[in-house]
């Protein structure tokens, strides 16, 4: 039997896929990973598997890997399925097992803290909270009494494993998140991992802190008082930091709708899009317009917008937005 694990290589994926390792020490050590950058999640085309193997696939759409889940399912695999982003109509296989909820209040590291019963819940706040589900992570953070010390340690650490999702490829990573997550296994506990001098926290929050300078001086390409669009630099810095500027962006103006542009290796736009944080929903239906978007209620993105169409982009946006 082969084990394979598929998770989206954000903060959410990671930390969920964190909790059901450890959940089972010494388990998994030996399982094939499947990830990649944030925005690469037609991650089960990578997948081949056999009658009797066991495939855990979190954090990416079902919509967007339909086929390939199917082509999975009817090789014989077992498949177990936990997501949060849209996902149509449900499979229906005896080998599947899902964990799904479109909440947009929910993140991946919820619903397997969910369903491991608070087991390994440090983690499961540290991926909310990268996921920019700043509530929702406070809320489980209370019930468990930590500190309000220890809860902006876990939304820094959350922020930085994020960040470190960002990118046109690979190249533009610190780390491929196949490798942060082996950094991240052997430290049951989050704070451990955060003082140990040895671990490259410390090479994570350098990098962010010198990408975040360039974002003080950026102004807004469109805006009205219901949405604003940036564009940023064709830069490896701007990639990497475009997706936590559109959740401080949304966290600073709650009200306003947001977009951070940025260019792609397709000659053409990347696009980040969040839903007003006071009114978290229209994020994904805006994006599934067009080709190669997707995503969820609250935060969604387009991976490929040809430059011809960013006026239209932009018409769509103010008017999903505006009458929403």
Request: net charge negative; hydrophobic share 35%; with cysteine.
């Amino acid at each position: 039997m082969t084990a394979i694990d598929v998770f989206n290589g954000d903060a959410d994926g990671i930390c969920a896929l964190l909790q059901l390792r450890q959940n089972k020490s010494g388990s998994g050590q030996n399982n094939q990973l499947v990830t990649g950058i944030k925005r690469d999640i037609q991650l089960l085309k990578q997948v081949s598997a056999q009658d009797g193997d066991y495939v855990t696939v979190l954090d990416i759409s079902l919509d967007k890997n339909r086929d390939d889940l199917q082509r999975i399912l009817n090789h014989g695999a077992q498949v177990f399925y936990s997501d949060h982003h849209f996902y149509g109509a449900m499979p229906e296989h005896p080998n599947l097992t899902t964990c799904i909820n479109t909440d947009s209040d929910i993140c991946t590291s919820l619903l397997i803290n969910q369903y491991l019963d608070n087991s390994h819940y440090l983690w499961a706040v540290t991926g909310a909270f990268g996921d920019n589900l700043n509530h929702s992570a406070l809320i489980l953070a209370t019930q468990h009494q930590l500190s309000s010390i220890q809860f902006e340690q876990l939304k820094q650490l959350g922020i930085l494993i994020n960040y470190n999702g960002y990118g046109a490829d690979i190249h533009d990573l610190h780390f491929h998140p196949a490798d942060l997550f082996k950094q991240l296994l052997p430290y049951n506990n989050p704070f451990n991992f955060i003082n140990d001098s040895q671990s490259v926290f410390q090479k994570l929050k350098n990098g962010y802190d010198e990408d975040n300078k360039n974002i003080s001086n950026l102004s807004s390409e469109y805006q009205t008082d219901k949405v604003a669009l940036f564009i940023l630099p064709d830069a490896p810095w701007a990639r990497r930091i475009s997706g936590i500027f559109s959740n401080e962006l949304v966290n600073r103006y709650p009200d306003r709708a947001h977009a951070v542009v940025t260019y792609n290796k397709q000659g053409g736009y990347l696009i980040s899009v969040r839903a007003p944080l006071n009114n978290k929903t229209g994020a994904d239906d805006l994006c599934r317009q067009f080709e190669t978007g997707g995503g969820r209620k609250a935060a969604a993105g387009i991976n490929h917008l040809p430059t011809e169409q960013l006026d239209m982009f932009i018409k769509q946006f103010s008017q999903q937005f505006t009458n929403n």
